[in-house]
């Protein structure tokens, strides 16, 4: 299966992944973004339940389609880091205890991404909640634990993004990206 060049940062809420990428973006990187967050904030403006604290599974629904949707129409064989993928989707289902149809399981499993996923830890010195993070600290540190169980399920390699500087983290990100490339560029 030729898998395209799309690389998952994962991890609980407020680890630090959207300002990591945001840098990653300002070195030439292209980024998708979260999905959760801006369904979020439309789904605030149109005052609909399809919100996490209203309406959980209608929210994981609209979270896997936009995310299955954002994933078949990037045709690209550039590198894209994604703040989050499907597979989040999959792994906030489980978090919340929703209904996973097989359908599903099968969509995630059919369309992959890179098997090196990058996730970050949870990093309470660091962790705000905001108008769409509602979660504490204690439902960040679930939700890491959920999403790496999940990713390993999938057969994903987790790569541990080290607490630092977003500097630090950048370097350490971009030597992975390197390191990846030219192991990719060598089966070739």
Known sequence: MNIPPFYIFTGGPGSGKTTL?????AQGY????????AIIQREQALGSD???????QLFYEAMLSQSVYDYEHCITDEVI???????????????????ISEAQHN?????????TVFILPPWEEIYTQDKERK?????????YETM???????????????KG??????TFVMNQLKKEENERNNRD
């Open 30 to 37: 292209t980024v998708m973004p979260e999905v959760g967050r």
């Open 21 to 25: 990428l945001h840098a990653l973006k």
């Open 107 to 115: 969509i995630a499993s059919s369309l992959p991404y890179m098997p």
């Open 165 to 170: 500087t977003v500097d630090e983290r950048v």
């Open 50 to 56: 399809v919100l996490p604290w209203e309406n959980k």
């Open 148 to 162: 790496k169980t999940t990713y390993q399920r999938y057969g994903y390699t987790l790569i541990e993004v080290p």
């Open 135 to 143: 979660q504490d600290m204690e439902v960040a540190r679930a939700t």
């Open 81 to 99: 880091l994604w703040d989050r993928g499907i597979l989040d989707s999959i792994g906030y289902a489980v978090l919340e205890g929703l209904d």
